[in-house]
C-alpha cells in the first residue's frame, strides 16, 4: 500500500510539474507577443512622425 502511495504522489508530481512548465511557456508566448506588438506600434509611430517631419 505504501508502494501505490509513493507511485501515486510521483505522478502527482509529474502532473504538477507539467503543468506549470506549460503555465511557464503560454505565459513566455504572452510576453512576447505583447513586446512584439509594443516594437509595431513604436516603429508605426516613428515612421509616420518622421514622414510628417519631411512633408511626405
Known amino acids: 500500500m505504501l508502494q501505490k ?14 503543468k506549470l512548465t506549460h503555465f511557464q511557456e ?6 512576447q507577443s505583447f513586446f512584439d506588438e509594443m516594437a509595431s506600434t513604436r516603429f508605426y509611430r516613428l515612421t509616420k512622425a518622421n514622414n510628417l517631419a519631411e512633408g511626405t
Open 26 to 31: 503560454e505565459s513566455k508566448a504572452a510576453e
Open 5 to 18: 502511495k509513493a507511485q501515486e504522489e510521483k505522478t502527482w508530481e509529474n502532473l504538477k510539474e507539467q
